[in-house]
């Protein structure tokens, strides 16, 4: 078994995730680095980790598939011997509103579920054991979202709300061993917030939250890493936390300012 730290990271081909394992890689933590489709990504992921030092493997799997979920797990550790920290972060939406209801079918709703919700619960499930071993972590990467009812698409919301009704379920069922949170952060700028939209309309749709938030800005993955890293790697008396990362939006609007 290895003496320094190891995170198995979902989705850390690109974006949120990218950041995440480059971030913790410069924390002392060997990376498990989890794609599903981005390989290409995945592999520059991992180059990026192992040149700030860290030991990285890449490892494709589908998280809404259980058996996907156990071969992680196995991966983490077998190449390891232990999981100290579990971020979640793998996600998928659609863009479409609820007059859209086009775009809202059973199909639909039910993978965007299975990603987002089943395959956070599929992989707490399939590393539970090593974190408690290790008395780890778990964060959850969520959403505003899921908090306030608001987001790109009904199944999305759905999806994240029960994220976060699970997050603070588990931090109480895995305590003292393992602490349990989630980030729910607003608007990312990253490419899959432009493919969703478009580049007009993603454009219009930062422009926009920009100037209806407090703080004037939207997230870049590094500022959601940040938060993610200060909750594995510090944070020791806190577990159960959904903590919004959307720059005052939940706050309700900007008070004009004279």
């Not at 590094?222 to 159960?240: C, F, P, R, S």
Request: hydrophobic share 50%; aromatic share 4%; charged share 15%.
């Amino acid at each position: 078994m290895t003496s320094r730290k190891v995170a198995l990271i979902t989705g850390a081909g690109t974006g949120v995730g990218a950041a995440t394992a480059l971030m913790l890689a410069g924390k002392g933590y060997d990376l498990l680095i989890n794609y599903s489709r981005s390989a290409e990504e995945a592999e520059a992921s991992a180059a990026a980790c192992r040149a700030a030092g860290a030991d990285a493997l890449v490892a494709q799997g589908d998280v809404a598939q259980d058996a996907d979920c156990q071969a992680l797990a196995k991966a983490a550790l077998g190449r390891w011997g232990r999981i100290d920290a579990l971020v979640n972060n793998a996600g998928i939406s659609v863009f479409g509103d609820a007059a859209k209801w086009e775009a809202l079918n059973a199909e639909v709703f039910q993978r965007i579920l299975a990603v987002n919700t089943l395959g956070t619960f599929q992989m707490v499930r399939a590393c539970a054991e090593a974190l408690k071993a290790a008395r780890g972590c778990i964060v959850n990467v969520s959403s505003v979202a899921g908090a306030l009812g608001v987001g790109s698409s009904m199944p999305y919301i759905a999806s994240k709300g029960a994220v976060n009704a699970m997050t603070l379920h588990l931090a109480r069922a895995m305590a003292p061993a393992v602490r349990v949170n989630a980030v729910c952060p607003g608007l990312i700028t990253t490419r899959w917030f432009v493919r969703g939209m478009g580049q007009q309309a993603a454009e219009a749709g930062l422009k926009g939250y920009e100037a209806g938030v407090p703080l004037e800005r939207a997230c870049s993955p590094e500022d959601v890493a940040e938060a993610i890293v200060w909750l594995v790697d510090g944070a020791k008396t806190v577990t159960g936390e959904l903590v919004l990362l959307d720059s005052g939006m939940h706050l309700g609007g900007v008070i004009p300012r004279r």
